[in-house]
């Protein structure tokens, strides 16, 4: 099956920096990459997803970039807010429907 | 809010016992997943249901069990209970349940196992 690893575990940035979180997947079949942002005791959003006919997508201050070749896809966030802090995770479609989970990114942006 | 809604928010119960955890989707969409996720474990895909059947099943332990009702409500039943079975349980939901749609995931239930 699928298998997803994430890194940095976590990231401590000053505001205003750039962010980038990584991920690699391994099943080459994996076609969808979404990115979920998880606020303490919230539930998990969709902020960005990519799917493999694009190698970029950008969202005001947050990109996404995908490089089939080598199976490794990251999260790009340009001056980051202190609302930015959080638990970020990348996921990859496996399977019909479902998606595998990296174990997160915890990001904390310093005023 | 996502319009997923779960109840109840928060679960405590003892070892050994059976809770049955309920996520209505949003409005239109006829697939349903449960995850869980646990501190060690990150988010674990569990079950997915489409239109009142089962679609996939992920890292289900047998002691869980889920079905999805014609008003396409979805309860997640989880019995014999473990201390380790405390996690937060997420629902989500989308539309036709294809790989590559979003998932739109609900608030939660917090089981505490003691």
């Known amino acids: 099956g699928e298998n997803v690893e994430q890194h940095p575990s976590t990231l401590s940035v000053q505001e205003g920096d750039s962010a980038v979180i990584k991920c690699t997947y391994s099943d080459s079949a994996s076609n969808y990459f979404p990115w979920y942002k998880q606020e303490l005791g919230k539930r998990p959003q969709l902020i960005i997803d990519i799917r493999s006919n694009v190698g970029e997508k950008k969202d005001q201050r947050i990109a996404v970039t995908l490089n089939k070749t080598a199976k490794h896809f990251s999260l790009h966030i340009t001056e980051t807010q202190p609302e930015d802090s959080a638990v970020y995770f990348c996921?990859?479609?496996?399977?019909?429907?479902?998606?595998?989970f990296g174990k997160g990114t915890m990001l904390l942006v310093s005023p | 809010d996502s319009g997923v809604t779960q109840t109840p928010k928060h679960l405590i119960t003892a070892t050994g016992q059976r809770v049955t955890l309920r996520c209505s989707p949003r409005s239109g969409d006829l697939s349903v997943y449960w995850y869980q996720q646990s501190l060690d474990q990150g988010l674990q895909f569990l079950i997915q249901y489409y239109n009142g059947e089962e679609r996939a099943k992920g890292n289900i332990l047998e002691r869980f069990s889920a079905q999805q009702f014609p008003d396409l409500h979805s309860e997640l039943n989880l019995s014999s209970l473990e201390l380790g079975d405390s996690a937060l349980y997420f629902c989500a939901s989308s539309v036709e349940g294809t790989d590559q749609e979003t998932q739109y995931f609900g608030p939660g239930t917090r089981l505490l196992v003691l």
């Open positions: 996921a990859a479609n496996s399977g019909y429907s479902t998606l595998t």
